[in-house]
């Protein structure tokens, strides 16, 4: 073992030291392709890692959320007909009580069949009740509704109705409305009328979610979930922590989530942020180890005179393939490590392009994980190549190579 890691030592300071000999330029250049092949994955990475982000329905101002049990991110972000908690007004309205919150509303999440005219389309709609101070909720401002919520009339849903309807500008677009227009939930006759249009939070990856909301009451009764007054969770806005071990007995089997659990989570929405860190994977370590073993392969041709000495002086077989898997990898490990950096650029070249020419912001999302990876990966990658170049070193006649 000790022979073993002294021969490993000595192929990474002679690579090192050729950086500095007039083979430099052969070594960057293979470095360069590892670095290539490691930030095009890094940064396709980073793009699978952004399709499998969900969106929480509410921004910074929300610091908890009360969730049937076993709630998770994914029962926050942008899912729906999980379970239910009941009773949301009647509860909301005891939490609000409390001096040391700020807000609080019941949040419902459905995805409703919306026409305009003769456009109809799918829509994400979020019922909730405004809150008083105008915060936003799944990005969207509630300004524009009614106060309160007037057809919950105490738990009766027979106040008036509103019909108020707040889109997101992918909305307004997929539906082709603008503020003021008349719209229709399938399924019922109450109508709806789009009272503003902006920009909402919500994002798959691919582009923006288009996203409705309406007062709860009104989802309530479009849904058929006015009976035992449902929702799928409650956003509680707070600056006082202590309030946390009371949201957890406001319900029973509930869980009680803040915003630090939510932010570092991921909800897959389907497979294809899978296969697209796979592909990147996979392309990466192949072409990287095909373009490392050719230019490791000219290289070890070159240097056949240096291999023939250290024939000469008493090096076996063993210990010059074990050399030349060394500097190999030695050379994979530093073009991983420029590759991942240049992979951090990548991440932000692609999210001011897209945010540029598509409209779509952070399409990719740096993961820290990815600081390992990408050297991992070119290491891989190097062990892969590393056969080729020890065959040709073995392959070399000492004696041929000496006469000349």
């Known amino acids: 073992m000790r022979r073993l890691l002294a021969l490993c030592k000595l192929g990474v300071v002679q690579t090192l030291g050729r950086f500095r000999t007039a083979e430099a330029r052969r070594l960057v250049m293979t470095t360069l392709g590892v670095a290539l092949a490691v930030a095009l994955m890094v940064s396709v990475t980073s793009v699978a890692v952004g399709l499998a982000s969900g969106s929480t329905v509410q921004g910074d101002d929300v610091d908890y959320w009360i969730v049937p049990e076993g709630g998770s ?13 009941g009773e949301v007004h009647q509860t909301t309205a005891e939490i609000e009580a409390d001096d040391r919150v700020t807000y609080a509303t019941p949040v419902q999440l459905q995805i409703l069949q919306v026409s305009a005219g003769n456009t109809s389309e ?67 006759d109450r109508p709806l009328r789009a009272v503003d249009v902006a920009d909402a939070d919500v994002s798959t990856g691919l582009g923006p979610v288009p996203v409705m909301v309406v007062h709860l009451s009104e989802l309530q009764t479009i849904t058929g979930t006015s009976a035992g007054d449902q929702a799928d969770q409650i956003l509680v806005s707070t600056n006082d922590p202590s309030v946390e071990s009371e949201l957890r007995g406001v319900y029973p089997r509930t869980d009680v989530l803040t915003r630090s659990g939510v932010g570092g989570a991921s909800v897959s929405t389907s497979s294809l942020p899978l296969a697209v860190a796979v592909a990147a994977f996979l392309t990466a370590v192949s072409i990287g180890a095909l373009f490392v073993a050719t230019l490791t392969g000219l290289d070890v041709i070159a240097n056949r005179a240096t291999i023939a000495a250290q024939g000469a002086m008493g090096f076996s077989r063993r210990s010059q393939t074990i050399l030349v898997l060394s500097q190999v990898v030695t050379i994979a490990g530093l073009g991983g490590i420029a590759g991942t950096l240049l992979g951090l650029g990548g991440v932000v070249a692609i999210n001011r392009i897209s945010q540029a020419y598509v409209g779509v912001q952070n399409v990719a999302q740096f993961h820290p994980a990815l600081l390992a990876y990408g050297p991992l990966v070119a290491i891989v990658i190097g ?12 392959r070399t006649n000492i004696v041929e190579v000496l006469d000349q």
Not at 73 to 85: D, H, K, M, N
Not at 150 to 155: L, Q, S
Request: negative net charge; aromatic residues 6%.
């Open 73 to 85: 991110a994914s029962t926050i972000a942008v899912s729906v007909e999980g379970p239910r908690l």
């Open 383 to 394: 062990l892969l190549a590393s056969p080729y170049p020890a065959w040709l070193a073995r």
């Open 122 to 188: 799918y829509v994400l709609a979020a019922g909730v009740v405004p809150p008083a101070d105008g915060q936003r909720v799944l990005g969207l401002p509630t300004e524009a509704l009614a106060p309160g919520d007037p057809h919950y009339a105490n738990g009766t849903y027979n106040g008036t109705w509103t019909g108020d309807a707040v889109l997101s500008s992918a909305a307004a677009e997929v539906l082709g409305v603008e503020t003021g227009a008349e719209l229709n939930a399938a399924g019922t």
